[in-house]
């Protein structure tokens, strides 16, 4: 946890007489949650602050489902300890709202990527977080980048597609 | 075309009823009367029809029995009412109905008929028809089958087309125009001046007058959704993490439960010590349920935690423990009486000579593993529950949660929910159920109930396994005789019958599926099906019998055919007696460019299925590579007769045989202990992204009947790449599966 000023500091220490344990900030905003550290983010997201774009699949990194972004970079919130997390945690509602869609959200519509759709909110993360550090991937970063990801339905070749949508956008074409 | 509007007239009667706040178009029933769900409050006498279309003054909405698994049902089925009624698909809403038997699902039911699908004789009509009214008698609400589309083609139109013409008619009462001047447009009936009367304020006196029946169904030249590119009306809340499945379903003061089952599968709970997670922060109450033990808490986490920290003392196996009992019990099967001989061409004893080619084939069970595991909310009050889940069989579950909960099955209120994928496991209601075991003891409060992926794994109802054992014999250049003989337990008994307590007479036409009824003529053809004795529950999964059957028939047929030394399309396409799936099989060549040199350490593979009505050709090339095999290219030809949305149908056609592949490739299910080994994806990966090939599909629409296409491209991908993996290695596999053989890059 980084305390940066004094007013924050003591803010911080009062939260914590009251009884919450653990400073998250997500999409924004922050919480202050009275949790077990080692509580895994995605179940403090999905059933403590009710933020449930994340889903559950599989629970041991395995799906992807839960992918969200701290500070950026992909993660698999059901393998992150809350108490363990530093930086900002972004999760598909803080990526883009139906009015307001991210390249990589816009690609995925436009593609008609989803079938049940249950897989994608990890999908749509762990593409925009592969676009923020390779803005112009090859097949093959894509491939790497997106194969921790399972899709149950076989969407793949849409969401490859997606992906190069979005890159060629995002890169001005 | 004009075909299908006869059949409409003469199968259907069409009509509107009053209903709260406005109209309701639909069908009645010709037999008699059934309960119907939205006329609850209406007199006697007028709830007789099932609504389709609903008017008021939300505007219009599609009232659906059909579930949406994934394969964009609603979307499908509110394309077929727009397309009529003159409203843009954003401006109609999705109601997912309340179980009742008045939905009857009459193409699905078509399929439990021994009768070839390409057989339109007068024999096969009538049998069909005959299994049509007994699933309306037992009042099956089942999306499956591949037949929403099928189902709804006519009567979704239909229903529009009454709608918009009673509209149009209360416009002209309402005007004083003549019918004949009104046009409709965007959800407004259009006024000879432009000016615009909105639908619903229209309802209401639509629902004063008799409905117009007469009514002409656009001809397809005139279409204006109907195969053209959609945007499904579930995209961009599937795409920005909007959309709340039943895993996400939130109530006040809702409580989460976890449950913790024998790990042999539907074996008894003896003893249980719940003394170290009583005290785990969150829990709340801890409580035996069938089978296990249910832990309610505040949160889903800690309840996977405190229920991993029960202490449980199982009982033992309830079916044969290890593994090698299955495949010994499914082998001992072939001596027992035959369940069902679908086809018996020729003089198949006599053919196969001295020397016959024989194989036997393997497929192993298989999990369904939707991404969302299986979850309920349960609610009881005051003798009422309330249940939110993803189903495809809520009459069902209704059923079966109001004898848990001892309340007539009227009590019980099923709220369909969105499903992240079923592939066939929302055909079974097990969550619900213990949900409302856990509930019982919560009166009031809302209780919802989740998996952990481990329990969905360990008590998933599985695809069979099975095995086939097959003869055959060539002369002159081709296949002249083929003797296929199958082992396989009964889905219909297990799910059917030991799950929802229907007596399931007759043979299992499951077991043979696919397999006796394929468009080929064989001089001397013999298809077999031994029924084993159930032993692990089986049930549905993406395309049935014909997941397995499939593989087992194409992969024995590419052996013949490459003992016959002939080429594997052409000798199919001679072999082929049916003009849709010759046609098919001609299309997969074109498309493939079949014959082309592929370069070294190459080969294709071709496979052809007929299933649930659809033919599809699905043509693989792979690389064999130093580090394993690689799936270049997949193209599949195929004819549903109407392709209601190009988009997704090519999703839905791709993601199949994204399926087929992935399973064929490293998925089994495998027994130890009296219950399934496998507990999460890192056993059962199925296809990654790295893996996926470029999918390749065409669909031509000369079919004169209308199909869906759900299930029918998974068979064709496994023996279409078996086939292939032999033209490129030599190695010809005949299990499933292959990664126990071959290496995948
Ligand atoms: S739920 Fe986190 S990776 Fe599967
Ligand atoms: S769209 Fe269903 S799991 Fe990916």
């Known amino acids: 946890m980084q305390v940066t000023f004094p007013a924050q500091a003591l803010y911080l220490w009062e939260r914590r007489l009251e009884g919450y344990t653990v400073k998250l900030t997500v999409n924004g905003a922050e919480h202050f949650i009275d949790v077990e550290p080692e509580m895994p983010l995605l179940w403090v997201l999905r059933d403590e602050l009710g933020i449930t774009g994340p889903k559950y699949g599989c629970g041991i990194a395995q799906c992807g489902a839960c992918t969200v972004h701290i500070d950026g970079m992909a993660v698999r919130s059901c393998s992150v300890e809350v108490g363990a997390v530093e930086g900002e945690v972004t999760t598909i509602e803080g990526l883009g709202t139906p009015d307001s869609l991210h390249a990589v959200q816009a690609a995925w519509v436009e593609h008609q990527v989803a079938q049940c759709g249950y897989c994608q909110s990890g999908q749509i993360m762990a593409a925009a977080s592969l676009l923020e550090m390779n803005s112009d991937p090859t097949d093959e970063d894509i491939d790497a980048a997106m194969s921790a990801n399972l899709c149950r339905c076989g969407t793949y070749p849409r969401i490859r597609a997606a992906v190069k949508t979005a890159a060629s956008r995002m890169n001005g074409a | ?745």
Request: hydrophobic share 45%; glycine share 10%.
């Open chain 2, 1 to 745: 075309m004009g075909r299908l509007k006869t059949i409409g007239r003469r199968a259907f009667l069409v009509g509107s009823a009053a209903v709260v706040g406005g109209v309701a178009f639909g069908f009645y029933l010709y037999k008699k009367p059934v309960e119907n769900p939205l006329l609850e409050d209406l007199a006697e006498g007028a709830a007789a029809l099932t609504p389709y279309v609903r008017v008021d003054a939300d505007g219009v909405t599609l009232i659906t029995p059909r579930a949406d698994k994934g394969q964009g049902a609603y979307s499908v089925q509110a394309a077929m009412i727009a397309e009529e009624l003159d409203v843009e698909l954003d401006q109609i809403r999705v109601d997912p109905g309340v179980p009742s038997p008045a939905y009857w699902n009459t193409a699905l039911a078509a399929e439990a008929v021994p009768f070839a699908a390409t057989d339109q004789g007068a024999m096969a009509t009538a049998a069909r028809g005959t299994v049509g009214a007994v699933m309306k008698i037992m009042g099956m609400q089942i999306t499956g089958g591949s037949s929403t589309v099928a189902d709804g083609f006519e009567k979704l139109r239909i229903a529009g087309a009454v709608a918009r013409e009673t509209l149009k008619a209360a416009a002209a009462q309402k005007t004083g125009v003549a019918v004949a001047r009104l046009r409709t447009q965007g959800g407004a009936v259009i006024l000879p001046d432009g000016r615009e009367i909105p639908y619903q304020e229209l309802a209401s006196e639509a629902s004063q007058i008799a409905p117009v029946t007469e009514v002409a169904l656009r001809q397809p030249a005139q279409w204006r959704l109907i195969g053209k590119p959609m945007l499904r009306v579930d995209m961009v809340a599937k795409s920005t993490g909007t959309l709340d499945y039943g895993i996400d379903a939130r109530l006040d003061g809702m409580v989460h439960a976890a449950v913790v089952l024998n790990p042999r599968q539907g074996g008894a709970l003896n003893s249980f010590d719940a003394s170290a997670a009583k005290g785990m922060r969150g829990v709340k109450k801890i409580v035996p349920v069938t089978g296990g033990v249910g832990v309610i808490a505040d949160n889903t986490w800690r309840a996977f935690q405190a229920a991993a920290a029960v202490e449980c003392d199982w009982g033992p196996a309830v079916f044969a423990p290890e593994m090698a009992d299955h495949w010994a019990e499914l082998e001992q099967a072939f001596d027992t009486d035959p369940d069902s001989q679908g086809r018996d061409d020729g003089d198949v004893e006599n053919a196969l000579g001295e020397t016959p080619l024989t194989a036997e084939y393997r497929a192993p069970y298989l999990a369904h593993a939707p991404l969302e595991p299986i979850n309920a909310v349960v609610l009881i009050k005051d003798g009422r529950v309330d249940v939110w889940t993803g189903t495809q069989v809520p009459r069902f579950t209704q059923n079966n949660v109001a004898a848990i909960a001892g309340v007539e099955p009227e009590q019980v209120h099923i709220h369909a929910q969105m499903m992240g994928g079923s592939f066939g496991h929302r055909l079974e209601d097990e969550v619900a159920r213990r949900c409302t075991e856990l509930a019982m003891e919560m009166q009031g409060v809302p209780v919802k109930l989740t998996f952990s992926r481990e329990q969905d794994f360990g008590h998933d109802y599985l695809r069979p396994a099975a095995i086939a054992r097959m003869r055959g014999a060539v002369a002159e250049g081709t296949v002249k005789t083929l003797d296929l003989a199958v082992s396989a337990p009964s889905v219909l008994a297990s799910q059917m019958g030991e799950r929802q307590g229907m007596a399931m007479p007759g043979p299992d036409s499951s077991i043979s599926q696919a397999l006796w009824d394929q468009p080929y003529g064989i001089e001397n053809y013999r298809v077999t099906a031994h029924r084993a004795r159930n032993m692990a529950p089986v049930s549905s999964w993406r395309s049935v019998g014909a997941s397995q059957n499939a593989f087992f028939h194409e992969g024995f047929l590419s052996e013949l055919i490459t003992a016959a030394g002939g080429d594997q399309l052409d000798q199919r396409i001679a072999l082929c007696t049916d003009d849709v799936s010759r046609r098919v099989l001609q299309t997969v060549g074109d498309m493939s460019n079949w014959g082309r040199d592929l370069g070294p350490n190459r080969g294709r593979g071709v496979a052809f299925c007929m299933s649930f009505g659809t033919p599809v050709a699905e043509v693989v090339e792979v690389t064999s590579t130093p580090e394993g095999i690689r799936i270049d290219n997949v193209f599949v030809a195929t004819d549903v007769g109407r392709v209601i949305d190009p988009v997704n149908f090519e999703n839905l056609v791709q993601g199949g045989v994204v399926f087929g592949l992935g399973h064929a490739m490293n998925c089994e299910i495998t027994i130890a202990d009296g219950g399934i080994e496998q507990t999460n994806f890192h056993e059962y990966e199925g296809m990654r992204m790295y893996q996926c090939p470029r999918i390749t599909v065409k669909a031509l629409e000369q079919n004169s009947h209308i199909r869906g296409i759900g299930e029918p491209p998974v068979p064709p991908a496994a023996p279409a790449l078996a086939s292939a993996i032999f033209d490129a290695t030599g190695v010809r596999l005949r299990e499933m599966p292959f990664n126990k053989f071959v290496d995948f890059v």
